[in-house]
Antibody
């Protein structure tokens, strides 16, 4: 069964950095694009970016590209999201999501930016 | 910038048909998806490539497009269909989500 489990969320101070992880299982991980999508409290979905299956290409939502970095380790079946210089508006649940059709979603990890 | 526009809310009586619209100037049928998000849960893909359903999604969910507007139709709405619905497409290498529509079945 396909499963995606995010981790690494928590409370972080403005200006800090953090790395979120997503562990995948139940499918051929290295074949699939992986996305990160976030959802601020009571708000809609915002795509953060994607990484291709072999890690050869990443692309980001334009307003986030300077502070967000997606990477992956296919041997560990994991994808990562690094956020630099976090801001209060980065407070959200962060989901890792499989494929260009967003066909499988993790349960999400909550990031709260607060001093 | 390019945006997908959805109505904030739609209400429907149990057993009736609900229609949720998604408007955008450059909708691409090949990449149009719909997601359901029940309270407290992760989003769930219910329609992809405009009108295809993943395994396990009931046939009462269907998708269509006319001009610049895509429509998610839910036939025979039930209480378990309550939740938020999002459309999504790709604009080049950028993924776009609509603002979401809260469906209330009452």
């Amino acid at each position: 069964e396909v499963d995606l489990v995010e981790s690494g969320g928590g409370t972080v101070q403005p200006g800090g950095s953090l790395r979120l992880s997503c562990a995948a299982s139940g499918f051929d991980f290295s074949v699939y694009w992986m996305n990160w999508v976030r959802q601020a409290p009571t708000k809609g979905l915002q795509w953060v970016g994607y990484i291709k299956g072999d890690g050869s290409e990443t692309f980001y939502e334009d307003s986030l590209k300077d502070r967000f970095t997606i990477s992956r380790d296919n041997a560990k079946k994991s994808v990562y999201l690094h956020i630099d210089n976090v801001r209060p508006e980065d407070t959200a649940v962060y989901y890792c999501v499989r494929h260009a059709t967003f066909d499988k979603w993790g349960r999400g990890t909550l990031v709260a930016v607060s001093s | 910038s390019y945006a997908l526009t959805q109505p904030p809310s739609v209400s429907v009586s149990p057993g009736e048909t609900a229609a949720i619209t998604c408007t955008g100037n450059r909708l691409r049928e090949v990449s149009l998806c719909w997601f359901q998000q029940r309270p407290g849960q992760s989003p769930l893909l219910i329609i992809y490539q405009l009108n295809r359903r993943p395994p396990g999604i009931p046939a009462r969910f269907s998708g269509s497009i006319s001009g610049n507007t895509a429509t998610l139709t839910i036939s025979g709405a039930a209480a378990l269909d309550d939740g938020d619905y999002y459309c999504q497409t790709w604009d080049g290498r950028t993924a776009l989500f609509g603002g979401g529509t809260k469906l209330t079945v009452l």
